[in-house]
């Protein structure tokens, strides 16, 4: 009686954990919570596809159950031998035409799905002056451990937040400058791999509902093992509307060139145009060519949500990155490029590195 209370025991911690790892819940992270057409279109074919599966699985198990018990050897029937048959027309046409409808049950969407998701269309018709006609297109890169999105047409950039109206198409050109990674947006699509060599291009949607349901940020993954911290490649996604999107633009636009407010942040200037600038720009109009654009763009740094894309933003973990950045993102590009830097001048660069907001 113990023994068996002991298994019961360790079943259900075992199916608790299951629960607890496949990370159930989160909707700005989950794919079982779609927010988009795509999202959307790609949880409907993992619920039908499952659905055919489980439905299979289950008459094969019943029908098994049964002959095993209907037809076993007992002590009546012991020296009987059953009728011998060879072959049956009509139940060997049952079972190959169940299988070829099940096929194409799943593999009409399947298909459809696939081609439609992968209409780029609006996003090569250009007007005169090279611009997109009437979709929105952002230039997505790859970089050991952080991510850069260029808005081609508007001129400008960010890194690791990713900024986008809803309920409108946005279309991604994805690429890498160094290995292979993926970019990927659970609750949204994507999983599309970004290489050294070539772009792959897809569009995405986010509904405007759901995003409001997780205060308008999704999170974003890097999806394919690239290196020492490639679970630690993450980037955010800010929804808005239209409206706001336009306006955000704008801002962006019109950034000049950042105004350090106070001494502190003064100081923090010039050490920043002395060690930082040649690799981070920190305007989002920056003119330099994408070769010289090797570090993360800090325009926005001030308005981000996380500190290299996974610390919480605050003034503590920014200088825990400045002193030992190996020991937050192992492997990354930024250690060993810059001097130490002393605790007056990690306290002032930090509030240089704060001050650097878009946003009013
Ligand atoms: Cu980049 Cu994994």
Known sequence: MRKRLHKWRLISIFAILALALSGCGKPFLSTLTPAGEVAQKQYDLTILSTSIMVLVIIVVTVIFIYVVTRFRRTKKNENKIPKQVEGNHTLEIIWTVIPILLLLVLAVPTVSYTFNLADV?????????????DALVINVRANLYWWEFEYPDEKIITSQDLVVPTDKKVYFNVKSS??????????VGGKTDTNPE????????????????????FYGKCAELCGPSHAYMDFKVRTMSQDDFSAWTK???NVKKPVAQGDLAKEGEAIFNKSCIGCHANTPNDSRPEKARTA??????????????I????????????RDPEKVKPGNLMTGKYQKLSESQLDALTAYLMGLKVEQ
């Not at 070539?198 to 940020?217: C, I, P, T």
């Not at 610390?311 to 400045?322: A, D, V």
């Open 121 to 133: 269309g609006p996003m090569k018709q250009k007007d005169k002056q090279g611009k997109t006609k």
């Open 178 to 187: 160094d290995v292979k990674h993926s970019f990927w947006i659970p609750a």
């Open 198 to 217: 070539g772009e792959n291009q897809f569009w995405l949607e986010f509904d405007s509902k759901s995003a409001a349901k997780v205060k308008n940020q």
């Open 251 to 253: 801002e962006m636009q």
């Open 296 to 309: 993360p763009n800090l325009a926005t740094f001030g308005d981000r949500e996380r500190i290299a894309g």
């Open 311 to 322: 610390l919480q933003h605050n003034e503590e973990n920014l200088k825990r990155w400045l």
